[in-house]
């Protein structure tokens, strides 16, 4: 009987630091675990900051070295954020370049035009009116070319800046059929605005009545004589939207991919300009928290669609 109690008291016992043991592990496993768990997260979280850093323009490219299993990310990421610091450099540096190009050629371009533009006044006594116009015709092209590689120059060097206001768009879409009252009456084609009640925008006036403009423009060289352009605009909670359409043939499908580039020109392009009216309106419309995109219309005709974001 006492060999038997004392059996169990033995088995109880090995029992019991087993028992011990394998909890002790289980704690030293776990705490292990925790420890390594938080390293980790901590060096998450460095790395996180560090790209939050950058994102929102830090500066700064330089990181605490360290010996762990992130060390490689880590090294990766200083070797990518280093590389996308170079191309932005580069890319700030060429635009600016660029811009700069454009501004002298603009600058360069005032002294023959101003000259040119005398010696017609001088000449048309002995070549007749109809030379001389259509010398004039051609200055006055050269003069919108200049205006608009100035104004080029001034968006790519980043130097346009807007006074955003409150904006009633009845006003502006008013404001902006008024200034082409003349062409409207060349081309013969009404500009139609519905009042749709209050809706505004914060925006420049000046600036997105000329992008306006632009797409009116656009809308009454493509329209048929006799025929309407149309404006309405809405609003919602998240945005407002301005359409602008005629009732003319729409786009070329080839011309969908180009319509917003700068200098290009549609297949039916009529007028004189130097094609960059839309290129400017989408500029000027994304600037101001905006998106500016252009579709046919089911019946026919081609409508311009801009909103403009509340936040």
Known sequence: MSISISFWETAGTEIFYCFLGFMTGCVLFFAIFWYWRK???????????????????????????????????????????????????????????????????????????????????????RMGEPYASRIERQIGRLVRLEEALLLLSRIDSGTLVLDKKPVDVFTLLMLAADNLYELSVKRGVAVDVAEMGEAMINADLEW?????????????????????????????????????????????????????????????AKDKGVGIGLSIAKTVVEMQNGILRAYNLPGGGACFELCFYRH
């Open 208 to 268: 997105t009545m000329e992008a306006v403009m632009n797409l009116m423009k656009n809308c009454m060289e493509a329209a048929e004589t006799g025929t309407v352009v149309h404006c309405a605009y809405e609003q919602n909670p998240l945005y407002v939207q301005i359409r602008i359409w005629d009732e003319g043939d729409g786009f070329e499908k080839e011309d969908f991919p180009h319509l917003f580039e700068r200098f290009y020109r549609g297949k039916r």
């Open 39 to 125: 390293k980790s997260d901590a060096r998450v979280k460095v790395l996180i900051n560090y790209l939050e850093k950058i994102n929102t323009g830090g500066q700064g490219l330089l990181m605490e070295a360290s010996e762990d299993e992130l060390s490689k990310l880590q090294d990766e990421i200083y070797k990518t954020v280093t590389t996308l610091y170079q191309t932005r450099d580069a890319a700030l540096t060429q635009r600016n370049c660029f811009a700069e190009n454009l501004s002298n050629i603009a600058h360069q371009l005032k002294t023959p035009i101003t000259a040119i533009s005398l010696s017609v006044q001088m000449a048309k006594e």
